[in-house]
């Protein structure tokens, strides 16, 4: 068997055939990877990834393969020697498992010079070496198995002539067939809800799944069982000649096909990426299989026509919706629609405008250049979802007025591709939520208006039904509420007030307290120069310390801080030390992948109590390089100058946010009256059930700033968005200088305490795009692209020189 396995692979390479067809496939692959301006053009998609030649190599391989098989057996019939072959001590079985591996080896061969791409890529990334090698290799393992998957159709055909030229033909339409056949088949609208059943028996929806880096037990017996039917044909083939159990080949098939179906149902995904870009948080897994109860239809308007880094967010689009496909099955649909394929252009221009006005799709202008002439195309980088009978919605990936021909929009196209599966969860949770849990934000004590928590208002509402409540003495007044946001009083609260928002807590409710233990009053600073920091008096001690922490009147001084105008001075801005930004926990699934969070004049914090009920992580903390200052604190403009002494004194970082989890006991407790207790008309409760909350000892952290825009002829608020800096600062690049977490934070902590940490990791999730130096692709393109396209070529004419001589020494002796 082996013997015969190396007189095939001789037989190959002591053809000048043999060499042509594998310098062809390079030379091909080289030229339209590295050379041709066309969509597989590795340079000017800018990535560093290998994505093109996954892409093209299986079109290529159409041939190439078929090409390489054509003379396994038809060869043989050709020349009389089949029947020698036959009567060799060996099985019919073992002669195809020969001639398949020896064709299988050739054509691993021809790709082993394409690993000099992956040096290429990993040459000019930016930085040097940032490419995934675990998707790259888990790639080439998909290409291997379609490789073999072709190689067994090409086996075959060569079995059924003894003409190589119709071989060829036939494996050519076999593996096309076999690879886009069944995929363009299931596009057919005869097929009804049958079409993704037609398309899973193709070729290309396996090896789509696979050449991405994500391994698949589903796909890998699918290419296995492609691979043993074919071998299994060609026995049959072979056995032609004498009486053939047709029984067996037919009870073969029959289980090939049993293992695919029961694999199906259980099955396991390998993604070797290097942030598992590919796989899905568990929270958006177990929605997928547990609360999708009926179909869910995407269409996607990001198609056509489009630059390499838009291209890329659309491919990654589909990839995750490939995803999510592969746990919710036919309960998740989509389609890709241009709405440029419109040919009748009233119509295209009607759909447009639906787009925009009645879905609300944000549209973006993008700038081209043709032929020295600038004209602009209208995208819509958005999508509809619909649910069963819930009326549709529609949400936008990324919202850019103007996308221009030479602009960078890297950081664009970087916080699209890490908001993806966000994003598209987002949308599903809003299609098919039918009630919101109800939370209220408190009024009545001077806390925080409308205007300075529009955008968590209105980011929370969009899962929550949020509204603004007074207590007013009502003993019921927020029962009916699952979570209730205290943002920033500024007056003290009444025992019955808080004995109502206790209760709340002891039956089961989520409280979010920010406040403030010190007042600050910012505009007397900017006017005078000088203000005072002075302690509240909010009469919540006793309730937060029973609780478990207790809030201290000072105010946070840290070296790590973001910045603020001083008017008159000689420069813009300077670091604000009662400003901190302060650090997120990395091990608790609220903070964990956010930015730091911006605070204004924060108090520390301290944890009491030895409760063994209820549980205490410290979410936020300042710098190791801060301060306090003890009410009543001055604060002037001059401490700006005072950096280099201001932290000597080493003290440990000061605790700003803290998650309490478990059984509270009321701060009520054996302080009632008996008569109060024993009523009829109210139960109270000396225990909580088990419950959360948060504590956050600064009652700005919720608070977006506030622009005053003029708007008819009037002056009107508007509110800015909560993770810049208002002065809209930048870095010599062009990024915002300061990213706040402080929207993340508080959506992440709501989540949490509602009961609904799916999306927390959904939100969370960071994928890195790696891409190519741009400076170093210009500067030496040409360098790479002779490179790429002749030293694979020239390796190939070299083993072919050296196998010639050495074929033509040793038999010359």
Known sequence: MFALLLKEIRGFLSSLIGYIVISVFLLLMGLFIWVFNNPFNLLDAGFADLDPLFNLAPMVFLFLIPSITMRSFAEEKRTGTIELLLTRPLSDLQIIISKFSAGLLLVLFSLLPTLLYYYTISS????????????????????????????????????????????????????????LGFDFLGSYAMFGSLDTLVKDLGIYEH?????????????????????????????????????????QFVLNLGIILLVNILTSFTFLRFDLTAEKRHSLSEGTIKFLKEK????????????GELPSDLKRIEREIREKLDEMKAYAGDKIQYEFFDPYSIEDEKDQLAFMDQLDYERNISYSELEIEEKGKLSYKILFPGATVSYGTQPPISFNFFSKPFVKKDENIRNLVDFTVNNIEYQLMDAIRKVTRVTKPRIAILEGHGEADEVHLAVITDALSEFYSVERVRIDNKINAIRDFNGLIIADPDSAFTEKEKFVIDQFIMKGGKVAWFIDPMEVREDTLFRRGQTFGVARNLNLEDQLFTYGVRLNNDIILDDACTDIFIPGSSQDFYGW???????????????????????????????????QNVSKTVLLQTSAKSTVYN??????????????NLFLNKRPPSNIAVLLEGTFSSVFKDRLAPEFLNSKDYVYK???????????????????????????????????????????????TGSPKFIFGNKEFILNAIDYLMGDPEMIQVRQRTIMVRRLNEDRVIAERRYWQMLNVGLPVALIILFGLIQHFYRKRKYTR
């Not at 088990?690 to 508007?718: F, H, R, Y």
């Open 124 to 179: 000019l990334g930016d930085p040097p070496g940032s490419v995934d090698t675990g998707g790259m290799w888990g790639s080439y393992l998909g290409l291997v198995l379609l490789s073999a998957s072709f190689v067994s159709i090409g086996i075959f055909s060569s079995a059924v002539s003894q003409n190589q030229i119709v071989s060829f033909i036939i494996g050519v339409f076999l593996c096309f067939f076999f690879y």
């Open 631 to 644: 009410s009543p604190a001055r604060i002037n403009y001059g401490i700006v100058e005072m950096r280099d």
């Open 577 to 611: 030390f009662f400003y901190p930004l302060l650090q997120p926990s990395r091990s608790h699934v609220i903070t964990q992948n956010i930015d730091p969070v911006k605070a204004r004049y924060a108090s520390s914090m301290d944890i009491v109590g030895n409760d």
């Open 292 to 303: 999708l109860e009926d179909e869910i239809t995407f269409q996607i308007y990001l198609t």
């Open 686 to 732: 000396e225990s909580s059930v088990p419950t959360k909350m948060l504590i956050v000892s600064d009652g700005d952290i919720p608070q977006n700033e506030v622009s005053l825009k003029v708007v008819n002829g009037q002056k009107k608020a508007v509110p800015f968005p909560l993770h810049l800096d208002k002065y809209g600062q930048v870095n010599s």
């Open 207 to 247: 090896y789509h799944s696979i050449s991405r880096g994500v391994i698949d037990t589903r796909d890998v017996i699918y290419f296995l069982s492609v691979i043993v039917v074919f071998v299994l044909l060609t026995k049959v083939v072979l056995e032609s000649r004498k009486k053939v159990n047709r029984l």
